[in-house]
């Protein structure tokens, strides 16, 4: 879903149509939070001493050129140096799903709150039809997705609290596809989600955040 641009229905494309930039999650963010899981005893499999060892060192590696391909590649302009920080996401979600509980909807949770209003105007989970972390992380997205749902994995960001004052429902939208052209009820939905998207992006610029894609 995330590299298919016909299950996608270039929806990416649909949206740089309307003046935004889009960030698609990486594969790169699933190859993390298995070595995540790993690392952290979550992992069905056990490994010994030497693997343990291997692991090590290749997470090493892997971190090392992650930083620098990233570094090479932001001088274009299109590509943010950060790395993934799947820590952050875990914990951003902690309080509404179990890290226990393995599989998409742990990043899909943890991942929006994380990066709404602090790196992103707005947050589409699009995923297969009747997939269910899809529908699980959506049931939790449509009910903390919110300003006070923000402001709890940054208790400490008065600006962001600036930013987010007089606003309840942060711009969010799920979708399910299968393929097939969107409904009309689905564009009818993005159209709204581009609207809140932008307005949103125009409080955050106003207040120096840098926030800009959805």
């Known amino acids: 879903m995330r590299r298919d641009a016909l299950s996608r229905q270039y929806i990416t494309e649909r949206l740089a149509e309307k003046g935004f930039a889009t960030i698609c999650s990486p594969v790169a963010e699933w190859v993390l939070y298995c070595n995540y899981m790993v690392d952290q005893g979550l992992s069905p499999e056990s490994l010994n001493l030497l693997e343990k060892l291997k692991f090590k060192i290749r997470n090493k590696f892997q971190v090392r050129f992650e930083k620098r391909i990233k570094s090479i590649l932001s001088a274009s302009g299109l590509v ?29 949770v943890g991942g929006s709150l994380a990066d709404i209003a602090s790196h992103s105007c707005g947050v589409i989970a699009i995923g297969p039809f009747g997939c269910m972390p899809n529908r699980l992380s959506e049931a939790i997205l449509n009910e903390t997705m919110t300003s006070e749902g923000k402001l709890f994995t940054e208790p400490k960001n008065h600006k962001l609290k600036t930013v987010l004052t007089d606003i309840e429902d942060l711009p969010f939208l799920a979708i399910e596809s299968d393929g097939s052209p969107f409904p009309q009820l689905i564009d009818a939905k993005l159209e709204t989600f581009c609207l809140r998207a932008e307005r949103l992006h125009k409080r955050l610029m106003k207040y120096g955040n840098k926030s800009q894609t959805p």
């Open 80 to 108: 943010h140096a950060e790395p993934i920080n799947i820590d952050t996401f875990i914990n951003s979600a902690s309080h509404y799903i179990s890290r226990e509980l393995q599989g998409e909807a742990v990043l899909t």
